[in-house]
């Protein structure tokens, strides 16, 4: 499968909490481990994270260092390569600054939100839209934590994607089981 020309983006803020307020949530272990690997699996461009506060941004700092350049990285190949792909932001415009110094143009985002808009794009227009050979276009695929993204921060992206399953009495994955579902959606064979 060619490399793709997409990101994946996960935003601590701005998020909702379970009370629909704006909010920065915690760095988790595990979204770092899992969506690194979702990222190199499905051979992206990189992983970002954006977290504004420094004592998190510390924290990713140590859990990368320790699989990449620490003992980890030495216990685990597989793992120090997917974290390679990894890079920590304090900002959202620092995400679109870098990937658009590093390509030459700015990228279009892709909002995900377990609540539906009704102007998302389907999985499969959106896979099409990737897939298109010709389209030099550099894609964010943004990822929200805590209770999904804020929502005006979701409008003013490029794309909406559709929930993975809006119509389920229980819709709240994970954010690694989410990017794992979206990403193949989107990047998979079939």
Aim: with cysteine; glycine share 4%; net charge negative.
């Amino acid at each position: 499968m060619n490399k793709s020309r997409c990101y994946i983006v996960l935003l601590h803020y701005p998020v909702y909490n379970k009370q629909m307020q704006i909010i920065s949530t915690s760095v988790t272990n595990l979204d770092i481990h899992d969506i690194s690997r979702i990222a190199r699996t499905y051979d992206m461009e990189g992983f970002f994270i954006v977290h504004p506060h420094p004592e998190q941004q510390r924290l990713v700092r140590d859990i990368i260092d320790y699989w990449t350049e620490g003992f980890g990285g030495q216990y685990n190949p597989d793992r120090q390569e997917a974290l390679k792909l990894l890079r920590l932001m304090p900002s959202m415009e620092e995400v679109v600054d870098f990937v658009s110094e590093t390509h030459g143009k700015k990228p279009k985002c892709i909002a995900t939100d377990a609540r539906a808009y009704p102007e998302a794009i389907k999985y499969a227009d959106m896979k099409k839209l990737l897939s298109q050979a010709e389209d030099e276009t550099v894609y964010l695929l943004l990822l929200g934590t805590g209770w999904g993204l804020e929502e005006n921060f979701i409008k003013n992206c490029d794309y909406i994607l559709e929930p993975v399953e809006y119509n389920r009495l229980y819709n709240h994955l994970s954010v690694r089981s989410a990017a794992a579902v979206i990403t193949d959606r989107l990047f998979g064979e079939f």
